[in-house]
């Protein structure tokens, strides 16, 4: 019900009349509750609309209407984009008030302070007005000092004085501010913020980096900054100094030290700052270079008559880690890169190392080497036909593969595409994850296997492709014209037509009866083939289980009753996804996320893990992926009603109808609904073989041959 309510509540808003009314009776809703929760730093506001008379209800009134897009701050402990980046919906709605109404423990508000370490040290700062941020910031007003994450202590002066200092920009030969200088520094991390730098995560990973490295220092340049990044760069160098803000002038770092670089726009965590660190001792160096796509903007440079030419630019991520773990380049082009100072050795590439550039990279280039000796090397099908004016010639190979029954096959290239964004966001998608699972497979049987995300899906370099193979998800996604093209129906089945059928040369369904009532409705062949697992990383290692009821899987949005009926009736039900925040009681919140590789001992040891499908899936008979997972991983399931799903496991997947019938199931004898051991192995290690990656690797691999 109540995802009914948000659902028709923000249709509303599309009315032309109505959406306008709704829009302020949300702002004076916003409003009222930030000036309650008594977050509000007046003096700071004030400072960034000088030579204006404003009060309480004046700032919250500028910020509500617009100024939390605009970098407006209300509170120089609250950084937007990184709050925002933590909860659901705060795209639409003001990051402080989406805080404000959720449950606020375990969100971070800024990169030198730590909210949830306050929250646990103080118990009153959770029910407290304004949480753990209100909490902190009248024991500030009091006279009290809060610990920052370096480990030293500031007071309200200092906090104030920092983000008042963000209203002044550098003047010309202004020095560098914050900490003392760069003398005896290890390394020195520069980096640049601004546009894509918001939600704040690179102060987080700066914080990490320097946590582990005590004697490396870090200058920002916060010229092309928000000011409210700004705000939390200069808490963040006041805290910790070994933090500098750079003015106009030019660092010179000490002869010998180790710089690492990083422009604007660039997604780069600690652990490949570190990597850098470490691998900059024998050179320049420099990791593989993304471009927003996903795809390859740079695998290092090539040199030909003085000209310097960005190596496998727009092949897959997969055509570059093929040539190892490093490779030469004529120079260091990626906007992350570290050298020691004076270093004038050639520059390598750290290829499985990779950063993503958020805007194309220049293509001006400044050589410092030749780097040809990496073109003879390209594999997967790839070889090196000499020189044009725009670069290398790049052509094919063929080889053959000989597959344990004997038979010789092509060794193919394949991109699988998915409907997941590129870089980190496509991370919490389950595509990702089985489409990287599924080109594992299609290498060990000799194929060469690429996984392009949606953007990638027409990137430049499809005519080296021999098998497009589409996952189709919440996005249609058009195959390139040429080669085999493949399009295998796991999800959205509702949403498929018959132009969409058209575009491939061979279709296929995770349902036996939607590729039934399919291929009659569209006339044309549609085959099954149903959802798999990965046997190499689900199967039983024995351990025992914790008795435990497990969800796993996002918001949605949507009224979930494998989430909403365990809670409602009181069961302690542990929920790990995204999302969840605002919708279901933080006491049942495991985990923002699991990580992919501790799924398969999270479905082991849970005392029964609970399913549900999306409701055209349901309707459709698409069974998900998560029963073969967890049964191949030797844990319990409980699922809603799918057409199929119990001849499809053989009774060892009990289902229910609605959420009644799922409490009732788990308030009865767990136990009972499950075939005894003996038999739970019997149909575990049926799915490891009959439903793995390799067996639908093969069945794709000979449907691709006989269409070719």
Avoid at 119 to 140: E, K, T, V
Avoid at 145 to 166: D, K, N
Avoid at 198 to 211: C, K, P, S
Wanted: proline share 7%; aromatic share 6%; glycine share 10%.
């Amino acid at each position: 019900m109540l995802s009914m309510l948000r659902a028709q509540w923000r249709r509303s808003r599309s009315l032309p009349v109505l959406g306008s009314l709704l829009a302020a009776a949300d702002r004076f809703w916003w409003a009222r509750t930030i000036r309650r929760a008594r977050v509000v730093d007046l003096e700071f506001v004030r400072a960034q609309h000088p030579g204006r008379r404003i009060g309480i209800r004046r700032a919250v009134r500028a910020y509500v209407r617009g100024g939390y897009r605009n970098g407006l701050v209300l509170n120089p402990l609250f950084l937007e984009g990184q709050v925002s980046a933590q909860l659901p919906d705060s795209d639409r709605v003001p990051a402080l008030y989406a805080y404000l109404v959720s449950d606020p423990t375990e969100i971070e508000t800024t990169a030198a302070w730590s909210a949830p370490d306050h929250a646990r040290h103080h118990p009153r700062a959770i029910g407290a007005a304004g949480g753990p941020l209100g909490h902190a910031w009248r024991m500030l007003e009091d006279g009290s000092t809060l610990p920052m994450r370096s480990g030293s202590r500031l007071g309200l002066r200092e906090i104030r004085q920092a983000a008042l200092s963000a209203q002044r920009t550098p003047s010309a030969g202004a020095p560098d501010e914050g900490g003392s200088g760069t003398s005896g520094a290890d390394a020195l991390l520069e980096l640049d913020l601004g546009v894509g730098d918001e939600d704040g995560r690179i102060l987080a990973v700066l914080t990490a980096f320097l946590g582990t490295r005590e004697h490396d220092r870090a200058i920002l340049d916060l010229r092309a900054a928000r000011q409210d990044l700004r705000v939390a760069a200069r808490l963040l160098a006041l805290a910790d100094p070994r933090v500098d803000i750079r003015g106009r002038t030019a660092v010179v770092p000490v002869e010998g030290t180790l710089v690492l670089r990083r422009q604007i726009g660039v997604d780069v965590d600690a652990r490949t700052l570190r990597a850098l660190v470490d691998g900059a001792v024998d050179g320049p160096v420099a990791p593989l270079l993304l471009a927003a796509d996903g795809t390859v903007a740079s695998a290092g440079v090539v040199a030909h008559d003085e000209t310097g030419f960005a190596l496998l630019a727009g092949f897959p991520a997969e055509d570059a880690r093929a040539l190892g773990s490093t490779g030469p380049s004529a120079a260091l082009h990626a906007p992350v890169s570290a050298r020691r100072d004076g270093d004038a050795g050639s520059p390598r590439v750290l290829l499985d190392l990779t950063v993503i550039a958020s805007e194309a990279f220049p293509d001006s280039i400044a050589l410092r080497g030749t780097a040809e000796s990496v073109l003879p090397q390209l594999g997967r099908g790839l070889a090196f036909n000499g020189w044009t004016p725009r670069g290398p010639a790049i052509g094919r190979t063929a080889h053959t593969f000989e597959l344990p029954d004997g038979t010789a096959v092509p060794r193919l290239r394949w991109a699988i595409k998915t409907a997941a964004p590129a870089g980190a966001k496509g991370e919490s998608w389950g595509d990702t994850h089985f489409a990287r699972a599924l080109a594992a497979a299609l290498e060990r049987i000799g194929q060469y296997a690429a996984v392009d995300a949606r953007p990638a899906a027409q990137r430049s370099t499809t005519e080296y492709d021999d098998v497009t193979l589409v996952l189709r998800g919440p996005h249609r996604i058009a195959p390139p014209s040429t080669g085999v093209r493949l399009l295998w129906i796991i999800s959205h089945p509702d949403e498929i037509t018959s132009a969409e059928l058209a575009d491939f040369d061979l279709v296929f369904a995770a349902s036996r009866p939607w590729a039934r009532e399919a291929a009659h409705r569209f006339g044309r062949p549609v085959e099954p083939l149903l959802q798999c697992t990965d046997p190499t990383r689900f199967h039983p290692t024995g351990a025992r289980r914790d008795g435990s009821i497990v969800f796993v899987g996002t918001a949605r949005g949507l009224h979930r009753p494998a989430v909403v009926a365990p809670i409602a009736a009181g069961l302690p039900l542990r929920v790990y996804g995204p999302d969840w925040r605002g919708y279901i009681p933080a006491a049942h919140i495991a985990a923002a996320g699991i990580a992919n590789d501790d799924l398969p001992s999270r479905y082991e040891t849970a005392g029964v893990v609970l399913n549900d499908h999306w409701p055209a899936m349901r309707r459709h008979g698409f069974i998900s992926n998560r029963p073969y997972d967890v049964l191949a991983a030797g844990g319990r399931v409980i699922s809603d009603e799918v057409d199929g799903i119990a001849q499809e496991f053989e009774g060892a997947v009990p289902t229910f109808q609605d959420g009644d019938e799922l409490v009732a199931l788990l308030n009865g004898d767990l136990d009972s609904l499950f075939p005894d051991a003996d038999e739970s192995a019997r149909i575990s290690a049926l799915v490891r073989e009959r439903d793995s990656f390799d067996a639908r690797a093969r069945a794709l691999l000979d449907a691709a041959l006989t269409a070719r």
